[in-house]
């Protein structure tokens, strides 16, 4: 059965901080791992990696995948109370359905 | 641009009561997911559609059944209610045609059951 595992579960930090998420992953037939962000709605889409090595790159946020290790990182720098959120990590095996983390809520205080 | 579309964004419906929910993926997406995330849970996958067909079945109960239409919008019907299908329920779409990997999630209809 596809696991993906996310840490930590849950994270406060101050305004400014830098954050590290933690995903690794056990999935058949890989294809991609996608980063969403929850908040009190429908996840919204950040991040697609599908090679190693290549840190993919959005203002403040960025990720990067390992698939030697079966694992992703997805910073943020800079925090800010808008980060305040759920941070889903996915993968896709070759049937392209998601099987989601349990999720990292993050929490930034002014 | 256009996003997905999900109707009713809330309902509210007494234990074996039947639901319908709808979605309309985004313009020339050809695969649709269900997924139903209970109260601080994960997402769970429900099932898809990719060209009016069945592709992929998860932990969808026998009393849950769905299908896409020809304009690919698909429907979620869910009969005998339980109060744990109290849950938010999300589509997502994807363009498999344009071998994308990105799902886009619809904004959820909350079901509550009482």
Redesign the interface.
């Known amino acids: 059965e596809d696991k993906v595992v996310q840490s930590p579960l849950s994270l406060v930090v101050h305004e400014g901080d830098t954050v590290t998420l933690n995903c690794s992953y056990e999935v058949t037939n890989f ?2 791992l ?1 980063w ?1 962000k929850q908040e009190k ?5 950040l991040f ?1 990696l ?1 090679s190693s090595g290549i840190e993919k790159k959005s203002g403040r946020l960025s990720s990067i995948l390992d698939k030697k290790e079966l694992f992703s990182i997805l910073n943020i720098t800079a925090t800010q109370t808008g980060d305040s959120a759920v941070y ?1 990590c996915a993968t ?1 095996p070759s ?9 990292t809520l993050l929490t930034v205080n002014p | 641009a256009a996003g997905v579309i999900q109707s009713p964004r809330h309902l509210i419906k007494e234990k074996r009561e039947t639901a319908t929910l709808k979605c309309y993926p985004i313009p020339r997406h050809d ?1 649709v ?1 269900w ?1 139903q995330q209970g109260p601080g ?5 429900l099932i ?1 559609f990719y060209e009016k067909m069945q ?2 079945k ?1 932990s969808i109960p026998d009393r849950f059944s769905a299908q896409q239409f020809s304009d690919y919008h698909s429907e979620l019907n869910m009969s005998s209610l339980e109060l744990g299908d109290s849950a938010l329920y ?1 589509c ?1 779409s ?1 363009s ?1 045609t344009a071998s994308s ?8 209809t909350r079901l509550t059951v009482t």
Do not use: C, H, I
């Open positions: 294809r991609s996608l969403y709605k429908a996840p919204t889409f697609m599908t889903l896709t049937n392209y359905k998601l099987t989601f983390g349990k999720g | 695969t997911y997924y849970q994960d997402p769970q996958f898809s592709s992929d998860g999300f997502a994807r498999q990997y990105e799902q886009y999630f619809g904004p959820g």
